[in-house]
């Protein structure tokens, strides 16, 4: 997979505020805030910045955390999993595997057949709904 590879500047110039600071600099929006924690239109979330297929909407449930919940990624290959161990704690952060965008954080308390939650910000995502 080719990298997409981009200054602050080129990503702000295509990104709003809130989506340049979560996806470039791994803030977190508030819960229960973003566009997409209750959203229940069949199709496909994209990377915000690069356009990648990250998770249907089939792999989405109610987490009840306020933020959109996937127990499974469209391909495994399309997000990397980074050690993060700010504020005070060890977890697990999801990038996109393509142009390195925050995208959140996942955890082993997701439902079958993964057992995983992807918990992800609406900022660092598009929607493309299904025909």
């Known amino acids: ?26 803030a977190t929006e508030r819960a229960f805030t973003g566009q997409y924690w209750d ?5 496909i979330y994209t990377c915000v910045c ?14 009840g955390c306020g933020w959109p919940s996937y127990f499974t990624a469209i391909n495994e290959q399309h997000v990397r999993e980074i050690v993060d161990t700010s504020h005070g704690m060890t977890r697990t952060e999801i990038v996109c595997n393509i142009c390195d965008a925050h995208l959140g954080h996942v955890f082993p ?10 918990c992800i910000n609406s900022a660092s995502l598009r929607f493309d709904p299904l025909p």
């Open 1 to 26: 997979m080719k990298k997409l590879i981009k200054t602050d500047a080129e990503w702000r110039s295509q990104l709003s505020e809130m989506e340049f600071q979560v996806t470039r600099h791994a």
């Open 39 to 43: 959203h229940h239109v069949p199709g």
């Open 50 to 63: 690069c356009q990648t297929a990250l998770f249907s909407s089939d792999a989405k449930f109610d987490s």
């Open 109 to 118: 308390d997701g439902p079958a057949p993964t057992g995983l939650r992807y």
